[in-house]
């Protein structure tokens, strides 16, 4: 398995663990050459989002990917962690309706956690 798929594979959980809403992992390694996976996933407060980004972070660091980039984190609206192979954006939902990542990546191919190995 390829290093961003096993890293795609740790987010995923770790933003499952925190109770992440609607976590989609989208495969854009065909249609951009920043990342090759997007993990999208809401939280119901300000708190939830933070905790979230806060295990992602802490799990993928665990496994020897640490963090190049974090965004947002300050307001816990809307996070965006830059691993290099993969990016995770953790939402509140106003913001994740708002800006509806989902749609402007639709080029890229929805994968299922299966398919990563869950």
Same mark, same amino acid.
Request: hydrophobic share 40%; net charge negative.
């Given at each position: /398995?390829?290093?961003?798929?096993? /890293? !795609?594979?740790?987010?995923?959980?770790?933003?499952?663990?925190?109770?992440?809403? &609607?976590?989609?992992?989208? &495969?854009?390694?065909?249609?951009?050459?920043? %990342? +090759?996976? *997007?993990?999208? !996933?809401?939280?119901?407060?300000?708190?939830?989002?933070? %905790? /979230? %980004?806060?295990?992602?972070?802490?799990?993928?660091?665990r496994a020897g990917? $640490? #963090?190049k980039q974090r965004?947002?984190?300050?307001?816990?609206?809307?996070?965006?962690? +830059? *691993?290099? @192979?993969?990016?995770?954006?953790? *939402? +509140?939902?106003?913001?994740? #309706? *708002?800006? &509806?990542?989902?749609?402007?990546?639709? @080029?890229?191919? %929805?994968?299922? $956690?299966?398919?990563?190995?869950?």
């Amino acid at each position: /398995m390829d290093q961003s798929k096993k /890293m !795609a594979r740790i987010a995923y959980r770790a933003l499952e663990e925190k109770k992440g809403g &609607d976590v989609k992992l989208i &495969d854009i390694s065909t249609v951009s050459i920043m %990342a +090759d996976y *997007f993990l999208i !996933a809401d939280g119901a407060n300000e708190n939830q989002v933070r %905790a /979230m %980004a806060d295990n992602v972070e802490e799990e993928l660091a665990r496994a020897g990917h $640490p #963090l190049k980039q974090r965004e947002g984190y300050g307001t816990g609206k809307w996070i965006l962690l +830059d *691993f290099g @192979d993969i990016i995770v954006h953790v *939402f +509140d939902k106003e913001n994740r #309706l *708002f800006y &509806d990542l989902e749609r402007i990546w639709r @080029d890229g191919k %929805a994968i299922t $956690p299966e398919e990563i190995g869950e």
